[in-house]
């Protein structure tokens, strides 16, 4: 690699995910060949580089609460042999890499912070209650790890569907008594008094509907007036799908006296 393939690719890579919140790449050992980590305190990629195998590697993984990478998943193989790679192989691998990491779905989020007006000063917003939620549900943690890999940031509506939602309904059917439902109870009245717009709506519209009628009647009972009230409401939406308001027809003598 006469031109320094793994500089170039390991460059490009760097510029993209610092906008991301990743830090700087740091190498790893490796015997096979060479790598380096780029990571958040949650999540990492590593750029690999098989010797023996003559191909680059793109790959991820979560990190352990000590900071220690997991088992590392390949996301992407290139085949790139170290006397005949060119400069134009190199940069395609890297474009497929980035591809890779920035997802078909994917939005810098991370560096991205919503605009807030004077009159909408709530900043608790639903990454804040999924991380609150891990107190209750530990296994929410890795959960949301894989989550952020995939797709680069937690996508909440449809995690909170297929993540969120089953774990409550089971704990609130099975134990509607316990300590933990009573923890879940009063973490909904405080993210619901203080969470923002988009968390609120996380809160009634997705987790609250689509809950069954047991579980959500065991836990809207333990809720504070403001919850109890909204929740009401919200919940009469259930399963219905709401149409956009028709725009209205202008009258036939209007439109004739303008056409005068």
């Not at 990571?39 to 098989?50: P, Q």
């Not at 979560?62 to 790139?80: M, Q």
């Not at 089953?166 to 059917?173: A, H, N, Q, R, S």
């Amino acid at each position: 690699m006469d031109f320094k393939a793994f500089d170039l690719i390991r460059d490009g890579l760097n510029e993209e995910l610092t906008l991301q919140g990743f830090q700087a790449p740091i190498p790893l050992e490796e015997e096979e060949g060479r790598a380096e980590m780029f990571a958040t305190d949650e999540v990492a990629y590593s750029l690999f580089y098989d010797r023996k195998r003559q191909r680059f590697e793109l790959r991820s993984t979560t990190l352990t609460a000590e900071g220690n990478p997991g088992d590392w998943r390949s996301l992407s193989l290139w085949l790139f042999g170290e006397k005949d790679g060119t400069r134009a192989d190199a940069e395609s691998i890297l474009n497929d890499f980035l591809d890779v990491v920035r997802g078909p779905k994917r939005v810098a989020v991370v560096q991205q912070k919503k605009k807030r007006g004077k009159d909408d000063e709530r900043t608790i917003d639903p990454l804040f209650f999924c991380n609150r939620l891990v107190n209750i549900f530990p296994e929410l943690r890795e959960e949301m790890n894989e989550e952020r890999i995939v797709y680069g940031q937690i996508r909440f509506v449809t995690f909170s569907k297929a993540k969120i939602v089953p774990k409550i309904e089971d704990l609130v059917v099975k134990y509607p008594n316990s300590e933990p439902a009573e923890k879940l109870s009063s973490l909904f009245d405080d993210m619901y008094k203080n969470g923002d717009m988009d968390l609120r709506s996380i809160l009634t519209a997705v987790i609250l509907n689509h809950m069954s009628d047991e579980a959500f009647s065991a836990l809207q009972s333990k809720f504070g007036d403001d919850l109890q009230k909204a929740s009401k409401y919200t919940r009469k939406l259930k399963d219905k799908k709401i149409k956009p308001e028709k725009k209205k027809k202008k009258e036939k003598k209007v439109v004739a006296k303008l056409q005068n």
